[in-house]
C-alpha cells in the first residue's frame, strides 16, 4: 500500500523514481529495483515450502513393484503478489518470455512501458521434492516415473508454468483438470518449484490447487523441459496401479484492494511518509 502510495508522489523523474525504490527496500522491500532478467526466487519471496514424496511399503526398496505413495508436509499460506509487490519498480527484461504475464503495469513510475506486462500474480514458493533412501524408502521403478496430476482446482484463474530462467522457459502446464488434455507432468523428482499464477485483477481471498502425485508407467525422457515434461507422452502416461498415489493441497493468499474510500485515507497518512523518505534521497545525491 506504502509503495502505492509513494510511486504517486514521487512521479517527478528517473532519480526520484530510483529514490522511492530504495526507500522501498529500506522499509523492508526484499529487491532492488531496475532491470531484472529472473524472476524473485522462492526465497525472496518468503521461502521454500516443499512437500516431501516418497515410496513406503515397497516389496523392494531398489526397484520396486508395489508400495505407496506417502507425503510430508507442513502447509503454509504464502502470498500471491505482483513483481511490482515484491520488488517495487523493477520491470522485466524485455527478452524474458514471461514478461507479458508478470511484468509491472505499464505506466508506473520507474517502469519503461515498452518492457511492461500485465502484472499477474504469482509465487513459486511451493516446490515437489522426492526422497529415497533404498531401505524405508524406495527408488522409482526401472523404466517408470513420477507423475503429478491436477485434479482439482478452487477457481478457473489460477495458471501454472513451467520456468526456467537459464533456458528462457515458460510453459503452461496443468492447464486442464481431466486426464490427458494437460491436467499432469512427468516429473524428474529432483526439487522442483513451478510457477502459480494469477490474473492482475483477481478478486482477493484464498485459492487451492489439489494435486495427485502418482508412480507413471512411462519413463522420464525430457532433455529440453528442464524437471518436467508435457509432452504427448506424458499427457496421456498412466498411472501404475501397484502403487498407490498421495495427494496434496496447495492454498494460497490474494490481499483484497481496498475499495476507494480507504485508498484515499491511506493516501493521506502515507504520502508525508513517503515524501519524506524521496527527499532523503535527493539531499543524499546532491550532498
Ligand atoms: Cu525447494
Request: aromatic content about 12%.
Amino acid at each position: 500500500m506504502t509503495t502505492f502510495i509513494v510511486k504517486k508522489v514521487c512521479a517527478f523523474g528517473a532519480a526520484v523514481a530510483v529514490a522511492c525504490a530504495t526507500w522501498g527496500m529500506l522499509s523492508g522491500q526484499a529487491a532492488r529495483a531496475g532491470e531484472i532478467s529472473a524472476i524473485p526466487s522462492p526465497m525472496a519471496q518468503g521461502g521454500m515450502i516443499m512437500p516431501t514424496f516418497s515410496i513406503i511399503n515397497a516389496d523392494n526398496f531398489g526397484n520396486p513393484t508395489t508400495g505407496q505413495l506417502s507425503v510430508s508436509f507442513s502447509p503454509s499460506v504464502p502470498q500471491m503478489q505482483s513483481l511490482e509487490q515484491w520488488s517495487p519498480g523493477s520491470w522485466f527484461a524485455t527478452g524474458a518470455t514471461w514478461r507479458a504475464d508478470l511484468g509491472s503495469p505499464a505506466g508506473v513510475g520507474g517502469t519503461p512501458a515498452a518492457n511492461a506486462g500485465a502484472g499477474d500474480l504469482f509465487s513459486s514458493r511451493y516446490g515437489f521434492q522426492f526422497t529415497a533412501d533404498g531401505t524405508t524408502t524406495a527408488f522409482v521403478p526401472a523404466g517408470k516415473s513420477l507423475g503429478i496430476r491436477l485434479t482439482s482446482v478452487s477457481s478457473p484463474l489460477l495458471e501454472s508454468y513451467n520456468y526456467d530462467a537459464g533456458l528462457n522457459l515458460w510453459d503452461p502446464i496443468f492447464t486442464a483438470t481431466s486426464p490427458t488434455s494437460g491436467s499432469q507432468v512427468l516429473w524428474d523428482g529432483t526439487m522442483w518449484h513451478n510457477l502459480f499464477v494469477l490474473p492482475a485483477a483477481a478478486p482477493g481471498g484464498t485459492y487451492t490447487a489439489d494435486f495427485e502425485v502418482f508412480v507413471a508407467n512411462t519413463a522420464f525422457t525430457s532433455t529440453t523441459t528442464g524437471k518436467a515434461q508435457y509432452d504427448a507422452a506424458a499427457l496421456t502416461a498412466t498411472a501404475d496401479a501397484s502403487f498407490t498415489p498421495a495427494s496434496v493441497t496447495y492454498t494460497w493468499d490474494v490481499a483484497a484492494v481496498p475499495e476507494p474510500s480507504t485508498l484515499a485515507m491511506l493516501a493521506t497518512v502515507a504520502a508525508g511518509a513517503g515524501f519524506a523518505g524521496c527527499r532523503r534521497f535527493r539531499r543524499r545525491q546532491e550532498g
